[in-house]
C-alpha cells in the first residue's frame, strides 16, 4: 500500500505527527503551504477569520496528484475550532482522488470544534472516502498513545484492501 501524507503546520506540531506516520509507515510526506506566509500576528488575526469563515487559499504545491496512493493521510493544525486555509486548500488541490480512502487529524491546544467535519466534507465531495478521524490536544501529543492509534489505523487501512 501506498500512503501520501498530506499536511499544514504553523508551528511544526501537526508536521511532527505526519513525519512519525510517514517513518512508521512509509509514503510520501507533503507539507503545503500557504502561497502568502503569515507571521504571528496575521496567523492569529487574519488567519483565524480565514479559517473560520472556512475559506481555502491558494497552497504550494499548488496540485496534489494523489493517484498513485491508496490511502492519503490529511493533518491540520486548529485555527478558531476549524482546519486552516492552507490544509482547505490543499484539499482543493488534490487531483485523482475519487475512490481514495482517508484518514484525518487535527491538532490543537484544547478542543478541535468543527476541524474534522470540515475536512470530511469537503473530501466526501471529492469523492473520498474518509476512514479515521483523530483529534491530537496538547495531552495527547505528549502521551503518544494516540499517535500510535493513528498509525496503527493507517497500517490497518492497508491491511483492509
Known sequence: MKNCIIFHS?????????EKVQAACGGELVEVKPRQNYNRLTAYTLGCLRARNEEAEPVEPASIDVS???????????????????????????????GKRAILYATCGGQAGDTISIMKKALEKKGVNVVGEFVFDRKDLKEHKKTDSLIEAVTNAGNAE
Open 10 to 18: 504553523y508551528t511544526g506540531i501537526t508536521r511532527d505527527v505526519a
Open 68 to 98: 498513485a496512493c491508496d490511502l492519503v493521510v490529511i493533518g491540520s493544525p486548529v485555527w478558531a475550532f476549524k482546519s486552516t486555509p492552507a490544509t482547505n486548500g490543499a484539499i482543493n488541490a488534490l487531483k485523482n482522488c475519487e
